[in-house]
């Protein structure tokens, strides 16, 4: 179990831990360098230097061409509302925004507010395998179009979508209409490279990237006009008022800087660790069934569904193990709903219920996946035992 506490965290797609590089790098922004970068004097000069220097390094880290395209956020549900609410706000008569069913709340909620207000708003399908129908797009877009907003990875399933091309589709159709790429899960995981690509905006968050919670960023394609959702001075272009989180910021491009050293070879670390767990729980476990077959996932994340079995008991299970994931369910309101993405994908009911996230990072051990490999088929077992469906699980077992 290392040094990750005594804990095997594998929730690594709904935050991650802190790199201890990371903290370094911020703490003198706190106490020493605590200036406000918009103030004149030599203590605000250092602070000012720090967000400029940050913001030529998520330059690269998006891969974009100018350090003014970049935008400091607080998270990324902020600069998925920047960019759908600024984009709709700037062409008020464009009254028709597409997305995917399998968006995070962040984008689904915010389109559904416009659907209330009279937009007209499409949603493209996923396939069995969580692939996005992306061709779907070529009947959808139309001069009404403002907006099309698809995620770069998926927080569930991991499955990559290729938005790339979808930009290329709605650009081909109508040219002002405007791409917004959700790339929360894809930062770090996979490499960025927006400006060789028709996306307009684009959003991230450093705490999915071993950077604190409370920081984001929104690439801003040079040109696009966006109104503000958030008036206030000028900083960040007059595009987001609020006097910037320059300590924070500066970890965010630190853990930038970290995760684009090692992209390539920590992915393949990562991709290894994340097959044997997938292959040992596959392999032992016999009511165990791969959500997301397709093969272009993020290397980190692996989405497992256990037939008649329910998700929640098998998490409080794998915590009195000391094992962190999440399920496919969200309680919300007291009920049970099953996952709006695993829905999308047509899971059979008889998995719905009882899907696990894993999701691992570069602190995840090779010890902590056979633990959990271990561990899987005897948590299973057991709950397999008070399952209500004893007669369906019997035949599974027996096979
Ligand atoms: N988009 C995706 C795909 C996510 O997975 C998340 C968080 O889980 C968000 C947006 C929201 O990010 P934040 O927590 O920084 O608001």
């Not at 009404?144 to 998926?154: D, G, K």
């Not at 696009?224 to 006097?243: C, D, S, V, W």
């Not at 993020?298 to 994931?325: M, Q, R, S, W």
């Not at 719905?352 to 602190?363: A, E, K, N, T």
């Amino acid at each position: 179990m290392s040094e990750n506490s005594g804990l095997i965290y594998l929730d690594n797609n709904a935050t991650t831990k802190v790199d201890k590089k990371v903290v370094e790098a911020m703490i003198p922004y706190f106490s020493n360098e605590y200036g406000n970068p918009s103030s004149i004097y030599e203590l605000a000069h250092t602070a000012h230097n720090a967000l400029s220097h940050s913001r030529e390094i998520i330059k690269e880290f998006f891969g974009a061409k100018n350090e003014l395209e970049i935008i400091f956020t607080s998270c990324g549900t902020e600069s998925a509302n920047a960019a759908i609410r600024g984009v709709t706000e700037a062409n008020p008569n464009k009254r028709h925004i597409i997305t995917t069913k399998v968006e995070h709340p962040c984008v689904l909620n915010t389109v559904k507010e416009f659907e209330e207000k009279g937009y007209r708003v499409d949603y493209l399908n996923v396939d069995e395998n969580g692939e996005l129908l992306v061709d779907e797009l070529k009947n959808l877009v139309n001069d009404n179009t403002a907006l099309v907003a698809i995620m770069a990875a998926n927080n569930e399933t991991g499955a990559i979508y290729p938005y790339e091309e979808a930009a290329e589709i709605t650009k081909s159709i109508n040219p002002d209409t405007k791409v917004f790429v959700d790339a929360v899960q894809a930062a770090g995981k996979i490499k960025l490279d927006v400006k060789n690509t028709k996306v307009d905006l684009m959003g991230i968050s450093g705490h999915k990237f071993h950077a604190p919670k409370g920081v984001g960023a929104m690439y801003v394609k040079k040109g696009t006009i966006i109104k503000p959702y958030m008036t206030g001075g000028h900083q960040e272009r007059a595009l987001r008022g609020g006097t910037e989180n320059v300590p924070y910021i500066v970890g965010m491009a630190r853990a930038a800087e970290l995760a684009m050293s090692a992209l390539e070879f920590e992915n393949k670390i990562v991709k290894e660790l994340r097959d044997m767990l997938e292959e040992g729980i596959l392999k032992n476990v016999k009511n165990a069934k791969l959500n997301s077959r397709t093969k272009n996932r993020v290397p980190n994340t692996t989405n497992i569904g256990f037939e008649y079995i329910e998700g929640e008991l098998i998490l409080l299970h794998l915590d009195k193990l000391g094992i962190c994931a999440s399920s496919g369910s969200a309680c919300t309101s007291g009920s049970l709903e099953p996952s709006h993405v695993l829905r999308a994908m047509k899971t059979p009911f008889t998995s719905l219920h009882g899907s696990i996230r894993f999701s691992l990072s570069r602190f995840t051990t090779k010890e902590e996946i056979d633990y959990v490999v271990k561990n899987m088929p005897i948590v299973i077992k057991k709950l397999a035992k008070i399952s209500p469906f004893q007669k369906e699980l019997t035949e599974i077992f027996s096979e």
